[in-house]
């Protein structure tokens, strides 16, 4: 399986932004659909956003609201999580996930390849 490894996560305000980046073997993220997922602890692990090998974008309606943007550069084969005006609610461990196209991307059980996370806090 492709080693997907997150960096990007760190402590921050309420109102401030970051942005995640999940590198991948060469051409992973031409192949493959790839997402955010997040845990935030007693919770279980929900979908954040997701790009398909041809750049089509999904996001999580309930919390995202156009805070969030995925992106991909299919050179560097690296995902990115754009995050503005983060709320202590966005606090959890944020995964990077790659699944063979044609799954629904929302679901967790479509990807079979994940990295281990990187932490984001964010303090009132």
């Known amino acids: 399986q492709a080693q997907l490894v997150e960096s990007g996560g760190r402590s921050v305000q309420t109102g401030d932004s970051l942005r995640l980046s999940c590198a991948t073997p060469?051409?992973?993220?031409?192949?493959?659909?790839m997402a955010w997922f997040r845990q935030a602890p007693g919770k279980e692990r929900e979908f954040v956003a997701a790009?398909?090998?041809?750049?089509?974008?999904?996001y999580n309606s309930d919390f995202v609201k156009g805070r969030f943007t995925i992106s991909k550069d299919n050179r560097k084969s690296t995902v990115y999580l754009q995050m503005n005006n983060l709320r202590p609610e966005d606090t959890a461990l944020y995964y990077c996930?790659?699944?063979?196209?044609?799954?629904?991307?929302?679901?967790?059980?479509?990807?079979?390849?994940w990295g281990q996370g990187t932490q984001v806090t964010v303090s009132p």
């Open positions: 996930a790659a699944s063979q196209p044609g799954s629904p991307a929302e679901v967790a059980g479509s990807y079979d390849n």
């Open positions: 060469a051409r992973t993220v031409m192949w493959y659909n």
């Open positions: 790009i398909s090998r041809t750049g089509i974008t999904k």
